[in-house]
C-alpha cells in the first residue's frame, strides 16, 4: 500500500475590510462595553442596597417607634407592636381616643427583598409605597412621585418621612 501525501501552500490574499463591516464591529464592541458596565453598576447598586436599604429601615423604624412612644395627645392611647431590626417584617402602631374617633392605626412593612417600604393604614387613606435606591453611591428612599428622603446627619429627611407615615393616623385625634 503506497500513501501519497500533498502539501498545497496558497496564499489568500483579503480585500481590505470594508468601512460599514468596520463601523459595525465598533458599535458592537462599544455595545458589549456599556452591557458589561451597566451589569458592574447594578451589580454594585445591589452590593451598596443590601448593606443601606436595612441600615436606613433601622433609623426610620427607630424614629417612628420613638414618635409613637412620645406621642403626648391628651386622651390618646398608643400602641406599638415590633421592635425594628434588620430583616424585620413589619411594626404596627394604632391609636385610639377616649374622646373621639374609631381606633387606626398602620402597618409599616420592610421588603429586605424588594427594597421598599409599603404604609397599610387600617382605616384612612391609601397603602403608600416606598424604594430604596442608590443615588451618587448612597443609600435613599424615593416615594411615588419621586420624592427623596435620605440618610443624612441631621435626620432631616427621615424625620420628614416619619412624620408623612404617622402624622394622618395621630392628626385625626387633635
Not at 442596597?49 to 412612644?69: E, K, T
Not at 427583598?113 to 428612599?141: A, K, N, W
Amino acid at each position: 500500500m503506497l500513501r501519497l501525501r500533498f502539501v498545497v501552500d496558497c496564499e489568500v490574499t483579503m480585500a481590505n475590510k470594508p468601512d460599514w463591516m468596520r463601523s459595525l464591529e465598533e458599535k458592537q464592541a462599544q455595545n458589549k462595553l456599556m452591557l458589561e458596565s451597566a451589569a458592574q453598576n447594578e451589580a454594585s447598586a445591589r452590593r451598596i442596597l443590601s448593606i443601606g436599604a436595612p441600615q436606613l429601615w433601622n433609623r426610620l423604624a427607630s424614629y417612628l417607634v420613638n414618635a409613637a412612644h412620645n406621642c403626648q395627645l391628651e386622651g390618646v392611647q398608643i400602641f406599638v407592636d415590633g421592635e425594628p431590626k434588620r430583616n424585620y417584617v413589619d411594626i404596627q402602631i394604632n391609636a385610639s381616643s377616649t374622646y373621639r374617633g374609631r381606633p387606626d392605626g398602620i402597618q409599616v412593612r420592610f421588603d429586605a427583598e424588594g427594597y421598599r417600604i409599603l404604609c397599610i393604614p387600617h382605616l384612612h387613606g391609601s397603602t403608600e409605597s416606598f424604594i430604596f435606591q442608590v443615588d451618587s453611591g448612597r443609600v435613599v428612599i424615593r416615594d411615588e412621585k419621586g420624592e427623596l428622603f435620605k440618610d443624612d446627619e441631621e435626620a432631616s429627611s427621615i424625620e420628614r418621612l416619619s412624620r408623612r407615615i404617622l402624622e394622618p393616623i395621630f392628626a385625626r385625634y387633635v
